[in-house]
């Protein structure tokens, strides 16, 4: 991908000024399947490393970190008074834990 980057040297058969790139389509789709798949990384990287830069601390009035995960996202959006109940719940505890060690064990 770095020589995509970089200008290359003309072919003798080549004329005109200015600075000449690969441009084969063959290195092109190259290039657009590795863009593609960079901001899909690029994008799980920023859900799971969200942060509050002025905000140290962590409650769970304003956190966005569980925000990603499944059940953990319905449940961090309920209003504080409902959502203390579910996070003390047994069964609601369980099926998040599930669905943090579920999203854990696809990602390795």
Known sequence: MLQMARPRKRRKDET????????????????????????????????????????????????????????????????LPEKLPALRDPEMRAKLREAATQRHEQSE
């Open 16 to 79: 005109g000024e200015g600075l000449v790139y690969f441009d084969d389509p063959e290195r092109l789709a190259r290039l657009y399947a590795y863009c593609k798949q960079d901001v899909e990384v690029e994008r799980e990287l920023y859900n799971l490393l969200r942060a509050i830069p002025f905000n140290p601390r962590f409650t769970l009035k304003n956190t966005t970190f569980f925000k990603n995960l499944d059940v953990w996202d319905v449940t961090m959006d309920l209003p």
